[in-house]
């Protein structure tokens, strides 16, 4: 470990901890996933930096969006992010996240992944390079540093949006609300 | 063989038009109601192997084609018999508005999610048919998306880009 | 008197520090033999400092109340088990108690994930408690063979009985019961190719399946503790113990990297296979030894 | 001590023709009769009285005695018989026959006082069969499967009965007294094969009753289909009857001397006994596991644990003397407490099937705690009660020279686990199913009784120097060693054991742990629904792992454990039926008929003993 | 008695792949099996519709993430069918050493796949980063390390770079140099046997009625592959054998892989070998304004799944009319794979699931 690191270990050791100690969720939604076996696996290593697939979103604080996203993946994925707990991080893989990249005119992917989840930083590309990864990865270090990544707080604060936003596109969904919304408390009081 | 068997055909069913496109295709098209005489008489014959169901969406005409593609397995686990390359493409046409046609998953077993998919993006009904449940689809579309009067460009402006980008209350 | 105390409170602070040491040299060494560089060192502290610093569901009250009773009754057994010449509670129940409070661990987090109601969880207790007692009967035996061969039940006076002769993995008859723990060892650890309770891809990651933040954080201090325990018990019924902390950690360690090895180069068993592995040739030889031991007795 | 058989038996059928009155005086009345009984009891404690009931009964006196021995079964006796009939109350208000139910249960009490007080082989006999029936009566309350469950027991008891009284009445033949202690005086000098076969005739007896493999067939059914309350005595107490008679036999008439001596015979027929109990510990500990009707898993337990008792009893060591009778309280303790917890659940669910039960924690926490207590002590968990009888159990058999058998009573214990934690699991963890989302908690009456019951099970796992100084004290009067016993455990050179320690240290460890996840970052709570399924939503009711729980130990061990003696008395019953059958077509068939046959057969037993004199 | 319904997928370690299956359970036993595609769907063949005949090549590799050669061969083979272009004979030998990298390198991905499911992180390992020296090579060759777009109709887009033919053979060699490590740590581990025999078992006859190709239709004894049975590119032009193993359970499948891929190792050195000089590329008209005769062709290559076929219909527009591929995986993933898992064990599903070598973009499309 770098000296000059202790001092900020010792100043922020949630920070750092939540830096060093990525854990990815595990979930292929794209394409983009083919690069993620080389990423953590022996010609690039992620695990250098603490980055490791774990089996459960309730074990992981990072979310890798891994390509285009349709709408039965957007269910999905929408359940995962809400199980798991804060701070959690995500990151939106490839192109097709960003605005649909080549399916953007595909009746069956959504185009802006940011009006359904928060997304804290994207690796454009497509797909991205590993080395493309792990500079994603060390923008998002930077991003923690700067309390940036503030992706589950804006969750949090604009729920009643991005709930609005997931029902209008898929219809009720299956799981209660995760936070007390305002539209959901005008609801109960209607 | 090859010759044989486009004589067979040809005297078994004699509404059968069969044309060999190129060395390897042969393209058989049939009226809707023999082609599950045909499909099982050209399963005995040897092309014991259903490749793909198909659909295709003749608007202008009005109707939908069903394709099968049939092609043989081997005989036996050593030897080619030369027939193996054979591509036998089995045509139909059925009316587009309201469209439906009887299952062949009685005479192949593997046609059971071709149909289902045919049925769930073409909106072809398949009589007979023991799961014509959803197979890929989340939302319900009100033309099945692969029609030719399904705009999927259109569709995408009406939808998606009417989903609002997250305001940011505060600032 | 405040011997014992401090001994009362530094053991368990050692056994996690070893543990957590374990869980790094861990991934560090299975990242060598993958061709890779691996973690830092000291990457499951930052793990663990990261999941509590994360919060955490809870599912209620017994799904704390497991996990400590978990977490308590390993720190607990590390009083009862000599760490070196270090054992403070030696006159408490010997043997017999650490065979108890060992049940402590499963028990608490079987607690646990039955309340989080995960039926991954639940297949992984059926798993782990199945394979619990497909180990149990190679290590009664063996434990009794060491127990019946020093007539005591203390696992002080054991250390003491190898020290003053020799180790009782190569004395006569308790070498069959310790040839019998080698080949158990690795799933008393829970390691692969006895990794079944665990198996991510299978289940999900089993018992932990609903445990994240601080929860994830004692699950892994208590994986961690259990390593350390096991393989103590190990050295202390047949390497012979030792007289000062620097050599008993060595011989912990050199077990540990040999396990660690045969983990790299197995991939999981069901846990039918493992039962009846572990139900084949160490139960036999183990049977054997007890047999030898009685007869010798 | 006549007051107490007065009380008890008088009580009986006082509350009976109260009930005629009203339920809420029979209710009042069966209380203060069994509370009264357990303070007469307590009364009696170290005195040792004696009586004479009855002069001349068939040219014998019916006499009474209390010893130590006596008084420690009397009180667990009274003990658990007051919390049951308080566990009653609700559990059997509303139901038919509930007068009939509350009579039985206090005869049935008293008959079991009766026993551990009866002074003389007689008097012994006629209570055991006051006992005996009565327990019939109350097995088959319930009717349908009940009754079938109840012939079971009765036929196999009265096999039992009447090869004792067959024993005894040879004794009598022999040495014309049926007390006790001249008894004991005069076997001694006895030829040990005599001695033997009496001794085997009575201990057949015993291990119907305490269900000993292969006797124990009898059993599941049994406390399954009994009313939890009676289940719970069942388990907790009657079936010990048959301990109680094995200690008689084999300390007071034999003696413990010549039992572990190393005479031949007698180290044969100890041989058998510790390998019949150790057969009992092992096959239904693993017969449990497999069941799916929360009260027969418990019957198997009840089955195994009994195996415990008599394999610390016949092993012959103070220390085994001490765990038997240690884990024979225990066992009332933590057994009752199962049986009543599961009675809760039952009477508020009207189901103990355990695959549709599920996640009643939420609903039921009191019951859960206890139950949770309940199967600490039944796996030996430090710090309950059953953790230090079976301490000294292992202790005595590593340390005498038994590995094997020590084994195979550990291995026993891991089948507890197996089978506990499914009974904790399949009922108060997991999903909850939506037609129990209103249970309501039990009601207080047994929340009571589940209260003081956990509290006894962890107050004598914290203190058990209390009843093993008084378990001391009686081995001590059978003249056995002394043990060096300290209020928090054993003190001794090769192994003590103290549980001040061990609580301190748990304690301790346990408050930093549960100070550490307080302290830290603060936790969601969330429901049950919200769980991990791979991205999608739990399928609600659908998302429960509960049927076929150790699915794959099952396919490995299923064939082994078969409960072959069942099947062979089942087959046995049906060859005796086409017997009588045959014999019908001689007599015309009518009950009377039977009775002779039994007459018939008890007279040429008797006969033969009488004839022989020696055999 | 309560069901028991687990979601194996879409988010779950042992799935490679977006793609679930939900099991109904009793016990640790899987009663019914119900797989649950279209995590995955894009419409592909309505996007193509709308795009040019050449613009679509982008599109079509993306429907199989591992071997994306294949779908562009199948597409290009079809074009080239209704457009009538010759392919120059190079031409014909860069593809197929191109597509039998393109098999070694999915084959690899596969055995990290199944490796990683059995829980074995070191083999796992040592084959992805194999894969990944396989992937240098298209990245010199194409410039993609992915997505390489490479065979055109009438050809390949460039022909080898200058010391290409080296580059294949020093990473071939230290590739195969592997192959004994794998050997004696996987292929011939007690534990895999132990695991990977018996498990997803299905006969001759059965895997014909069910439309199987690929090694699963190989590992029950049937010597039947597209690039033997109707050969295209320069298959027909070396000598080379098919492996095949007769027992039809996953310890077959793996070894056939094993097997397939050190025969695709030995073809790829034949065709260096013996491969012309020329010309590799036919070049087509102005792709926006290329125009194909009205018709409709089938072609079909064989993938390392199976057999890969692309049926292409044109009404004489720029743009296709209608596209449908058939793919592998269709039948394997769908209707084989439930039969296999009926009466399986929970700890086998992914086992199964793996060793039929399923790619879930594939049946989505």
């Given at each position: 470990m770098d000296r000059n690191k202790i001092g900020k270990w010792l100043k922020q050791p949630a920070k750092m901890a939540n830096k060093y100690s990525l854990n990815a969720v595990y979930f292929c939604t794209g394409c983009g996933i083919i690069e993620i076996p080389p990423v953590i696996t022996a010609r690039w290593d992620a695990e250098r930096f603490g980055i490791i697939p774990v089996a459960t979103p309730r074990q992981g604080n990072l979310f890798m969006i891994t390509g285009y996203v349709s709408l039965k993946t957007l269910r999905a994925i929408i359940r995962t992010y809400e199980q798991m707990p804060d701070p959690k991080y995500t990151v939106g893989f490839g192109s097709c996240p960003i605005n649909g990249g080549m399916y953007w005119d595909s009746y069956n992917t959504i185009k802006h992944l940011d009006r359904y989840i928060p997304v804290d930083g994207w690796i454009a590309g497509c797909m991205p390079r590993p080395e493309a990864v792990f500079i994603g990865v060390t923008h998002l270090w930077t991003l923690i540093e700067k309390d940036m990544a503030n992706g589950y707080l804006r969750y949090r604060e604009h729920y009643d949006q991005y709930r609005g936003n997931q029902e209008k596109l898929l219809g009720k969904l299956d799981w209660p609300p995760l936070y007390a919304t305002g539209i959901a408390q005008k609801e109960i009081a209607a | 063989m090859n010759e044989g068997l486009k004589e067979k055909l040809e005297k078994a069913f004699p509404h059968a038009a069969i044309t060999s496109m190129r060395d390897t295709d042969y393209v058989v098209t049939a009226d809707k109601e023999s082609v599950l005489s045909l499909l099982a008489y050209v399963k005995d014959a040897g092309f014991d192997h259903l490749t793909l169901i198909s659909c295709v969406d003749w608007i202008d005409e009005g109707e939908f084609e069903l394709v099968y593609i049939l092609s043989p397995y081997m005989k036996d686990n050593e030897q080619i018999s030369g027939n193996e390359k054979i591509n036998l493409i089995l045509k139909t046409r059925i009316a587009r508005g309201n469209p439906a046609f009887q299952t062949v998953t009685h005479i192949f077993e593997n046609a059971e999610p071709y149909e289902r998919e045919l049925h769930e993006l073409f909106g072809v009904h398949f009589e007979g048919h023991k799961r014509l449940i959803p197979l890929f689809l989340e939302r319900a579309y009100?033309?099945?998306?692969?029609?030719?009067?399904?705009d999927t460009r259109r569709y995408v402006k009406e939808v998606f880009d009417n989903i609002p980008a997250i305001q940011d209350i505060k600032a | 008197m405040v011997a014992t105390v401090a001994q009362c409170v530094l053991l368990p602070v050692l056994g996690i520090v070893i543990g957590l040491f374990f869980l790094g040299l861990y991934r560090k060494i299975m990242a060598r033999l993958h061709w890779r560089y691996g973690p830092p060192l000291i990457q499951p502290v930052i793990d663990i400092l990261r999941l509590f610093f994360q919060g955490g569901m809870s599912h209620g009250a017994v799904f704390d109340f497991g996990l400590v009773l978990s977490l308590a009754g390993a720190m607990a057994i590390i009083l009862f088990i000599p760490f070196a010449q270090w054992c403070p509670l030696q006159g408490s129940g010997g043997m017999l108690v650490i065979l108890y409070l060992m049940l402590l661990m499963p028990l608490g987090t079987a607690l646990s994930g039955g309340e989080a109601a995960n039926p991954n969880a639940s297949i992984g207790i059926s798993r782990k408690l199945i394979l619990a007692l497909g180990y149990e009967v190679p290590l009664l035996l063996i434990l009794l063979s060491v127990m019946s061969y020093y007539s005591t039940i203390s696992i002080v006076d054991i250390v003491r009985g190898q020290q003053a002769s020799v180790w009782a993995l190569f004395s006569w008859p308790l070498a069959l019961p310790g040839i019998a723990y080698i080949l158990i060892l690795p799933a008393v650890l829970g390691v692969?190719?006895?990794?079944?309770?665990?198996a991510p891809q299978e289940i999900s990651s089993g018992p932990l399946?609903?445990?994240?933040?601080k929860y994830l954080a004692f699950e892994h201090i208590i994986h961690a503790l259990s390593l350390f325990l096991g393989i103590s018990l190990f050295v202390n019924l047949f390497l012979g113990g030792a007289a000062n902390p620097i050599v008993f950690f060595v011989k912990i360690l050199v077990v540990f990297v040999a396990c660690v090895c045969i983990n790299a180069v197995f991939p999981r068993l069901r846990i039918e296979q493992a039962v009846s592995y572990l139900w084949k040739w160490p139960t036999a030889i183990a049977f054997l030894g007890l047999v030898v031991v009685s007869l010798v007795k | 001590m006549q007051i107490i058989l007065l009380t008890s038996f008088g009580g009986a059928f006082a509350t009976y023709l109260l009930a005629k009155i009203s339920s809420r005086l029979r209710d009042v009345c069966a209380v203060i009769v069994s509370g009264l009984l357990v303070v007469f009891v307590a009364l009696l404690y170290n005195k040792t009285p004696a009586a004479t009931l009855i002069p001349s009964f068939v040219g014998a006196p019916l006499t009474v005695r209390l010893n130590m021995l006596s008084w420690f079964f009397a009180i667990a006796i009274v003990v658990v018989g007051f919390l049951s009939i308080v566990f009653s109350f609700s559990y059997i208000k509303g139901k038919e026959r509930a007068d009939f139910y509350y009579l039985m249960m206090l005869l049935v009490n008293a008959g079991m006082i009766g026993i551990v007080l009866s002074a003389d082989l007689l008097t012994f006999y006629i209570f055991w069969e006051i006992m005996s029936w009565g327990a019939f009566l109350l097995i088959s309350y319930n009717r349908g499967p009940a009754l079938r469950a109840g012939m079971k027991y009765i036929v196999m008891s009265v096999i039992g009965s009447v090869v004792m009284l067959a024993g005894i009445l040879s004794l009598y033949a022999v040495y014309e007294t049926f007390v006790f202690s001249e008894l004991a005086g005069r076997i001694a000098s006895a030829s040990p094969a005599y001695s033997l076969a009496c001794a085997s005739m009575l201990c057949i007896a015993f291990a119907i009753k305490n269900a000993v493999v292969p006797l124990h067939t009898w059993l599941p059914d049994a406390h399954s289909e009994a009313p939890a309350p009676f289940s719970a005595v069942l388990s907790g107490i009657l079936i010990k009857m048959g301990t109680y008679g094995l200690i008689l036999v084999l300390y007071l008439f034999v003696g413990v001397k010549l039992f572990i001596s190393p005479t031949y015979v007698w180290r044969g027929f100890r041989f058998v006994l510790l390998v019949l109990a150790s057969i009992t510990i092992l096959v239904p500990s693993f017969i449990a596991v497999m069941q799916n009707d929360a009260k027969k898993v418990l019957a198997w337990s009840s089955i195994a644990q009994a195996g415990y008792i008599i394999l610390g009893i016949t092993f012959g060591t103070t220390l085994g003397f001490a765990a038997g009778m240690f884990h024979f309280l225990n066992h009332a303790t933590f057994k009752a407490l199962l049986f009543f917890g599961i009675g809760a659940v039952e009477y508020r669910?009207?189901?103990?099937?355990l695959n549709s039960l599920g996640g009643l924690l939420k609903r039921m926490p009191i019951t859960f705690i206890a139950v949770l207590v309940g199967t600490c002590g039944l796996i030996g968990i430090p710090l309950t009660n059953g953790f230090v009888s079976k301490w000294l159990l292992y202790k005595t058999l590593i340390l005498e020279g038994s590995p094997f058998l020590a084994f195979i009573a550990l291995i026993g214990t891991w089948g507890t686990i197996l089978y506990g934690y499914k009974l904790l699991h399949h009922v108060f963890l997991g999903q909850l199913p939506e037609k129990y989302k209103n249970v309501r908690k039990a009601p207080a009456s047994m929340q009571f009784v589940l209260i003081i019951l956990s509290l006894a099970v962890v107050v004598l796992g914290i203190l058990p120097g209390i009843p093993l100084k008084l378990i001391n004290t009686i081995a001590v009067s059978m003249g056995m060693d002394s043990m060096n016993i300290n209020i928090f455990g054993i003190a001794s050179e090769t192994g003590a054991l103290n549980t001040v320690n061990i609580l301190s240290v748990l304690a301790a460890a346990g408050i930093v742990v549960w100070i550490i996840l307080k302290a830290s970052k603060k936790s969601t709570r969330i429901s049950q629904e919200d769980n991990y399924a791979a991205g999608a939503a739990i399928p609600a009711e659908r998302y429960s792992y509960t049927v076929d729980f150790y699915n794959p130990l099952y396919r490995m061990i299923r064939r082994y454990l078969r409960d072959i003696f069942d099947e062979f008395y089942y087959w046995i019953a049906g060859r005796v039926q086409a017997f009588s059958d045959m014999v019908r077509r001689l007599y015309v068939g009518d009950v009377g008929c039977y009775a002779m046959y039994i007459l018939l057969f008890l007279s040429a037993l008797i006969l033969s003993q009488v004839w022989w004199r020696v055999w | 008695m309560r069901e028991l319904e687990l979601y194996f997928g879409p988010q779950h370690l042992g799935m490679v792949g977006n793609f679930s299956i939900t099991l109904k359970a009793e016990g640790d036993r899987v009663l019914k099996a119900t797989a649950n595609p279209g995590y995955l769907h894009r419409g592909f063949e309505k996007l193509m519709e709308y795009r040019t005949w050449i613009q679509n090549f982008p599109l079509v590799c993306r429907i199989n993430v591992v071997e994306p050669d294949h779908v562009e061969m199948a597409y290009a083979m079809a074009v080239e069918k209704l457009a009538g272009i010759e392919v120059p004979e190079r031409a014909q030998y860069v593809r197929s050493i191109y597509l039998e990298l393109a098999r070694v390198g999915s084959h690899l991905f596969g055995l990290w796949a199944y490796a990683n499911m059995l829980g074995f992180d070191t083999v796992a390992q040592w084959a992805m980063y194999h894969r990944d020296l396989v992937l240098d090579l298209f990245e010199e060759l194409t410039g993609g390390r992915v997505y390489h777009i490479y065979i055109w109709p009438g050809g390949v887009r460039r022909d080898f770079p200058k010391g290409f033919k080296d580059k294949i053979v020093t990473t071939l060699h230290s590739i195969g140099g592997c192959v004994p490590d794998y050997d004696a740590a996987f292929f011939n581990n007690a534990i895999f046997h132990k695991r990977a025999s018996g498990i997803g078992k299905i006969d001759q006859r059965r895997a014909r009625e069910l439309g199987a190709t690929g090694q699963v239709l190989r590992a029950t004894g049937m010597k039947y592959d597209v690039r033997k049975v109707a050969p295209y590119a320069a298959y027909d032009k070396v000598e080379w054998n098919v492996p095949v193993r007769s027992d039809g359970d996953a310890y077959s499948r793996i070894w056939v892989v094993r097997d397939e891929m050190i025969e695709s190792v030995h073809m790829i050195f034949k065709l260096l070998d013996c491969m012309p000089e020329g010309e590799v590329f036919n070049k087509p008209p102005n792709p926006f304004k290329w125009k194909i005769p009205r018709g409709e062709a089938y072609a079909r290559c064989e993938s390392s799944r199976g057999e890969f076929g692309a049926y292409v219909v044109s009404n004489g527009e720029d743009k296709p009319y209608r596209v449908h591929f058939r793919t592998p995986s269709y039948p394997h993933g769908l209707i084989i794979l439930e039969k296999l898992l009926e009466n399986a064990n929970i700890a086998d599903v992914g086992n199964t699931m793996i060793s039929l070598y399923v790619v879930a973009p594939e049946i989505d499309r």
């Open positions: - | 009100d033309i099945p998306p692969f029609r030719k009067d399904f | 692969r190719p006895f990794d079944t309770t665990t399946v609903e445990y994240g933040g | 669910t009207k189901t103990r099937d | -």
